[in-house]
Structures are given as structure tokens and as C-alpha cells.
């Protein structure tokens, strides 16, 4: 079995079985938190998908698992809805394209990721084709919030529900990748997996890992909100509220009773010494409508951050 995270084998096993006894429903839909590995997962049944040979898991050496390690292959098809809304048009281009016969093996795979992202026209134009589907035609979504999706489509799919890992086994995981275990001094901040490992694919981890030494030092007097706030600049702006909001959510959680990471212990006692509680959550709002408004707003963003911030 290919290589990867240990809580995901379960659910692939599963379609691996079908898929060897030929009871593989054409339309799969894999639910679960955001960042537990939906996408990782999505990708490695694709692959088992796409093989030519008649077995339960990819080959690895016919065309099409060649060319779907190239990522070239021309009967594989993704829309992603991470970044923007999925349109109606990069649908039915799609299922066009889907309805011709395989160039090169036998199964045709549409991939659609954080499907939450396809705005209504599209979700119809998805469920249209789940309800005449071509044959040999595999449509794979995933979604962190599979109920915001159309009910319609959810009953038409077989459901694969990806396990929220523990934290004993992140901190494992991590361990086995390359750096990864120094992701774990971001706990406070998420313990979900792949958002850790995203984190360190797009250079972000000292940003975060700094942060609660610096605001303890800015609470404790030993230094200003310009030094916390040094290295902002309007790339960022969104990480900084993440993580000020992250370190606040934290805190009011504590209060009602919930663990608190080591990394976040003196920074409670400094913060409710400073703030109290009810004052704490005020800023935890405040600082949740500043990122809502920051794509809206016409206002310096990072003088709105050291205003915020110039109240704890
Ligand atoms: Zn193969």
C-alpha cells in the first residue's frame, strides 16, 4: 500500500475493496475536518482508479499510472475549489470533455476538491451528471463542510468519512516528515495535520512559532506592538489575525476549563491579569470582524492590526 498517513488506510482500503469486487459506486464523496487529509486521501483513490490492471490498487507501472504520476493524464480531470467559487462553466466544460471515451485505459476520474466552493448553477450541473453518469466515469469530491453541499448530490455518492487523528498520532506523523517535527510547537495553533504541513510548504511556520514569545514579551512590557508587528506587511495580514485569533480562542476556551497548550500558559495569565475575561472575548470579536473586513475595507489593514493589538 502506498505511503500514506496511517489514519487514511482505513477509508482506502475500503474503495480498494470495492473497486476489486466491481461495487464501486461512480460518485464518492469524502467528508472529515478541514486538514485531516480528504485531498491526500482523494488523490491515492484516483490513482487506484485510473490503473489499467484489474486490481485492487494502482500498479504503478501501466500507461496510465505513468501518466498520472507525470500528471498528464488526459482522461483525469480537477476542479479545486480552494482558492475561488466553482462555476457553472468549468463544470459542463468538464463533463463535456468526461463524456468522449477514454483516450488511454479504461475509467475516466473527475476530482472535485473542497466541492463546498461550486455555487448553485454548478452543484446542478455536477448532480445532473451523477444522475446520467457515462460509463466508466468516476466523480471523486471532497468537502470539510459536505452539508453546505446539496443533499441531492450527497445521496448519490457513497460517503467516506476521514477519522480526526489524535494528537499522539499527528505528533507521530509529523515525526516521520522531513522537519516535521518541529511543527508540533504549533499546536496551539491547529493539530490538524496537513494544515500544519501547509504551513511549512509555504514558509509560515516561524511566523506563527514566533508569535506567542512576542506578544508575552509586548504583555510583559519588554518590548512594543511595533516589534509583534515587524514583519507585517499586506501578504500576511491574514496569518497575523489567524494566529492572534487562535491565541485568544485559546485562552477564552482555558477559561471555561479546556487544556491550554504549554506555549500559551503565560500568556493567559498575563492577558487575563491585563484584560479579564469578558474583555479578552471583545477583542476576540473585534479582531474576527478586522479579517472579515479586510478583503471590503479601504483602511490601512496593518494600522487597524496595531490599533487592535494597542488594546491588550
Ligand atoms: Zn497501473
Known amino acids: ?22 461495487r464501486l459506486s461512480h460518485a464518492l464523496l ?34 496510465s499510472c505513468q501518466l498520472m504520476r507525470a500528471d498528464t493524464h488526459p482522461d483525469f480531470r480537477v476542479l479545486d475549489g480552494e482558492a475561488s467559487s466553482i462555476k457553472v462553466d468549468q463544470v459542463r466544460l468538464l463533463v463535456r470533455q ?13 476530482l472535485i476538491t473542497h466541492a463546498q466552493a461550486m455555487n448553485i448553477n454548478a452543484a ?21 463542510q459536505s452539508t453546505r453541499l ?9 460517503l467516506i468519512n476521514v477519522p480526526t487523528p489524535t494528537k499522539a498520532e499527528v505528533t507521530q506523523w509529523l515525526g516521520e516528515q522531513p522537519e516535521g517535527s518541529t511543527l508540533s510547537s504549533l499546536f496551539w495553533l491547529t493539530t490538524q495535520p496537513f494544515r500544519l ?28 506592538v511595533t516589534d509583534v508587528l515587524k ?13 492572534l485569533a487562535a491565541v485568544l480562542h485559546q485562552c477564552i476556551c482555558h477559561s471555561t ?30 479582531l474576527q470582524a478586522l479579517k472579515s473586513d479586510l478583503q471590503k475595507t479601504n483602511l490601512n489593514p496593518i494600522m487597524q492590526l496595531t490599533h487592535e493589538l494597542n488594546q491588550w
Not at 500500500?1 to 466491481?22: E, F, G, R, Y
Not at 451528471?129 to 466508466?136: D, G, I
Not at 446539496?150 to 457513497?158: K, N
Not at 514583519?231 to 494566529?243: A, M, V
Open 1 to 22: 500500500m502506498s505511503n500514506i498517513a496511517h489514519w487514511l488506510k482505513p477509508c482506502l482500503q475500503q474503495v480498494q475493496v470495492l473497486k476489486k469486487t466491481n
Open 30 to 63: 469524502i467528508t472529515g475536518a478541514d486538514g485531516v487529509g480528504q485531498e491526500e486521501l482523494a488523490r491515492e483513490m484516483v490513482k487506484d482508479l485510473m490503473c489499467e490492471v484489474d486490481q485492487a490498487a494502482a500498479c504503478g507501472n501501466c500507461h
Open 98 to 110: 468526461m463524456s468522449q471515451k477514454p483516450q488511454v485505459g479504461q475509467n475516466k476520474v473527475v
Open 124 to 144: 446542478n450541473a455536477v448532480l445532473k451528471a451523477l444522475e446520467e453518469p457515462s460509463a466508466r466515469t468516476y466523480f471523486v469530491l471532497t468537502s470539510s
Open 150 to 158: 446539496l443533499a441531492t448530490i450527497r445521496s448519490r455518492c457513497l
Open 197 to 224: 504541513l501547509s504551513l511549512q510548504q509555504q514558509g509560515k511556520v516561524s511566523l506563527y512559532a514566533n508569535l506567542p514569545d512576542q506578544l508575552l514579551s509586548m504583555l510583559q512590557g519588554r518590548s512594543s
Open 231 to 243: 514583519g507585517l506587511d499586506s501578504n500576511n495580514i491574514e496569518d497575523y489575525c489567524n494566529g
Open 257 to 286: 476549563g479546556a487544556p491550554l497548550d504549554q506555549a500559551l500558559q503565560a500568556i493567559y495569565k498575563a492577558l487575563m491579569a491585563r484584560l479579564g475575561i469578558q474583555s479578552l472575548m471583545m477583542r476576540y470579536q473585534s
